[in-house]
């Protein structure tokens, strides 16, 4: 049984208890060996020592059986896959993409989103040269970026996909990470097989970060590594020595693209410009999906129809915080969604924001773009009268993104404002600032959701990766 599934039945059993943050971490079974027991190589040790001469540069070294390198492989691209957050990316697909039904586009915008749509298709099949995505912001960069990379990681093709300041964090936070040195970090994200640096151009260039970031593009543009690039930036604006690199046609297409924002053209200006609960307003407790209950297991049951019909009462007075957990697929954001629109049909705004996109916004804020501040927006989030969450994923953030959330929900913790969150993280993944006030059973109701996905499929299965690397 999983980390979630163990903590959604404690939760549900009313009996979660979750380790504090200076507890020692989980032993391993007892006689249990990191290799196959029945491997004639190693006999389970997992490792092994080759019979090398006295002078050759790895004798001594022990080296992995085989009997392990496969796990090793899955475990590394799962980690990847975590790290690049690209779990909340899963619905930005090639199929998702929408060329039609946009309002308003001229021909020539309706062209431009089709010829990236074709150019990013035939990339993600042959990973060869680089390409970079210019347009403004909700144009569609990052969906193609992040359809690329989902694609590659189907294929088992090892992929990091990163916004510019998260690669950045992450490698700041190398140097005090145990995990990891900063020289193996920083070799492999120079050296992975596809690369996605998404909003090039919102990073604080200070000097180190101008100099990483174009010693990872130069080392890359040499050695002809697959790499996508997205920006809102013109060319002009971009460091000299990187934008040389860009405009080389022989190694990379540059695709524009010139539609409009796709949120402009269904925003309703009655949410704030943050929330995008108006595309979720489908989404009611009429049409929830209770399943057919008498298929459901009696723990499995009691969950859903908890979760329903304590996510109604919330909906009639929100009060303190609503937690529901469970894996992707189980009506976690159609009930967080389902909160908000009866709000609204009472004539309360409530802000409905995707975590990762909340993120995308404030990083944007930072661009000599932007028509909004970063406090103005971070204000709007940290006052809302009533705040839904969804999709927290606390385990792959940067430590800017961590300290950013943490500030929110400490905030909206002290001032007692209401707030609905959706995660399919274990309790003791999430940042154990956020927890504490998660467990806190004097503000915040936390409920599992155990049962199935309403789709008749489980959580989103991870060909070779299986997760968000990412930021």
């Known amino acids: 049984m999983t980390n979630i599934e163990e903590t959604l039945k404690k939760i549900a059993a009313g009996t979660s208890k979750v380790s504090s943050p200076t507890s020692s971490s989980i032993e391993p079974a007892e006689n249990s060996l990191p290799g196959d027991p029945n491997c004639p190589i190693c006999h389970g040790v997992g490792w092994i020592r080759q019979d090398l001469p006295l002078d050759h540069p790895d004798f001594g070294r022990l080296s992995l059986c085989t009997c392990r390198q496969k796990d090793a492989v899955a475990a590394t691209f799962n980690r990847l896959y975590r790290l690049s957050n690209l779990e909340a990316f899963s619905h930005m697909t090639f199929e998702t993409f929408k060329v039609q039904g946009r309002l308003g586009l001229s021909d020539d915008q309706v062209t431009s989103l089709k010829l990236a749509l074709g150019q990013s298709s035939q990339f993600a099949n042959e990973l060869k040269g680089w390409m970079l995505f210019s347009g403004g912001y909700g144009c569609g960069k990052t969906h193609l970026a992040a359809a690329i990379a989902n694609h590659a990681v189907q294929l088992g093709v090892p992929t990091l996909f990163l916004t510019v300041p998260d690669l ?91 539609a409009p924002d796709y949120r402009a053209t269904m925003r309703d200006t009655s949410h704030p410009v943050l929330s995008s609960l108006h595309l979720h307003s489908g989404r009611t407790f009429g049409n929830f999906s209770m399943r057919e209950l008498e298929k459901l297991d009696p723990e499995e049951k009691r969950s859903l129809e908890k979760a329903f019909h304590t996510a109604q009462k919330y909906a009639e007075k929100p009060r303190g915080w609503l937690v529901l957990i469970g894996k992707y697929g189980t009506g976690k954001t159609h009930l967080a969604a389902a909160i908000g629109n009866y709000r609204l049909g009472l004539g309360e705004v409530s802000m409905f924001v995707v975590v990762p996109d909340l993120l995308d916004h404030l990083r944007a804020t930072f661009s000599p773009t932007s028509n909004i501040s970063y406090d103005d927006l971070f204000n709007q989030v940290k006052t809302s009268s009533l705040l839904i969450l969804d999709d927290l994923g606390t385990q792959s953030a940067t430590p800017w993104a961590r300290e950013k959330l943490y500030q929110i929900f400490n905030y909206r913790y002290n001032a007692e404002l209401p707030t609905v969150i959706t995660t399919s993280l274990a309790l003791e993944e999430i940042d154990p600032r956020i927890q504490s006030r998660m467990l806190d059973t004097r503000v915040c109701t936390t409920l599992a959701i155990l049962a199935p996905a309403f789709r008749g499929a489980s959580a989103p299965q991870r060909t070779r990766r299986t997760r968000k690397t990412v930021s």
């Open 168 to 258: 950045l964090d992450w490698l700041r936070f190398a140097y005090d990470s145990p995990d990891s040195s900063f020289e193996e970090r920083f070799a492999e994200i120079r050296n992975i097989r596809l690369l996605v640096l998404d909003d090039l151009g919102t990073q604080n260039t200070t000097p180190w970060a101008q100099e990483k970031l174009f010693q990872i593009v130069n080392h890359r543009y040499t050695n002809r590594l697959a790499t996508v690039v997205t920006t809102n930036q013109p060319l002009d604006e971009i460091d000299g020595r990187i934008r040389s690199r860009l405009e080389d046609p022989d190694m990379v297409a540059l695709i524009r693209i010139t």
